[in-house]
C-alpha cells in the first residue's frame, strides 16, 4: 500500500463522533487522541480517536482496529482492565474511535459533579508518582497483584499489551486498571513474530 504522510490532528468539529459531545483533550499519544466525551445521556466517557493518516501504511493501522476488536468483548471480564463500552469506525473520514469508562478524578472529585469538567484530570499512575513521589509499600504490592493478575488475564485470551508504563494504568473507583488497550494485539503463533513498539 501507498505511504500516508503524517498531518495535524484534525478538531473535534472535524471529528463528528455521532452521539457524543468532544470536551476537550486529555491525552495524546503516537496513535491517537483521547477526548473528555460526553454521550447522548450525559454521562462522561473518555473516548480515543485514532486517524488513518497517523499511520504510514494500512497494515499497523487495521491492527489496531484488530485489537479494538479482540479486547473489546473481554474488557468487562476482569477488574483489572479498563473498560469498552462502543467502537466505531468512519473510513471515508479516516478513523476509528472506541469509548472507554473514565478514570478517577486526580483531585478526588465526583465524575457525576464534575460539571463542564474543564479541570478534570485523569487519575494515572504517572500522575499519581508525580504528586506525590511514591507509593507506599503496601500500595506497590497491590498495584503488582492487580496489573499481574491483569496481563494473566490478557494472555490467557492469547493477547498481549504492548506498553506497560505509569501513564497507561488508571484507577477507576480506586482500583487500578490496564488502559492504552489500542497496544493490545494477538499473540503470534511459535513459528510466527510479533511486533515490537510502544510509546515513551
Known amino acids: ?6 498531518s495535524p490532528r484534525r478538531d473535534a468539529a472535524a471529528v463528528g463522533i455521532p452521539d457524543y459531545q468532544l470536551l476537550r483533550v486529555i491525552g495524546r499519544g503516537a496513535y491517537g487522541t483521547v477526548w473528555l466525551a460526553r454521550d447522548a445521556v450525559g454521562l462522561l466517557r473518555a473516548l480515543k480517536v485514532v486517524e488513518r493518516r497517523s499511520f504510514g501504511e494500512a497494515r499497523p493501522y487495521e491492527r489496531e482496529v484488530d485489537g479494538i476488536r479482540k479486547f473489546m468483548p473481554i474488557s468487562l471480564e476482569h477488574p483489572g482492565l479498563i473498560r469498552v463500552f462502543h467502537a466505531g469506525r468512519d473510513d471515508g473520514a479516516g ?21 463542564d469538567a474543564v479541570d478534570y484530570v485523569p487519575r494515572t499512575l504517572d500522575a499519581e508518582l508525580k504528586r506525590r513521589g511514591a507509593l507506599s509499600a ?22 498481549i499489551h504492548r506498553d506497560i508504563k505509569p501513564a497507561n494504568i488508571l484507577y477507576v473507583r480506586g482500583e487500578p486498571r490496564l488502559g492504552d488497550i489500542g497496544l493490545v494485539t494477538a499473540m503470534a503463533p511459535s513459528e510466527g513474530r510479533v511486533s515490537f513498539l510502544g510509546t515513551k
Request: glycine share 10%.
Open 1 to 6: 500500500s501507498e505511504p500516508v504522510p503524517r
Open 95 to 115: 478513523f476509528f474511535y472506541y469509548v472507554m469508562e473514565i478514570a478517577d478524578d486526580l483531585d478526588g472529585r465526583e465524575i457525576p459533579k464534575l460539571g
Open 138 to 159: 503496601r500500595e506497590a504490592l497491590g498495584l503488582g497483584l492487580s496489573v499481574g493478575t491483569a496481563l494473566r488475564f490478557l494472555h490467557d485470551q492469547q493477547l
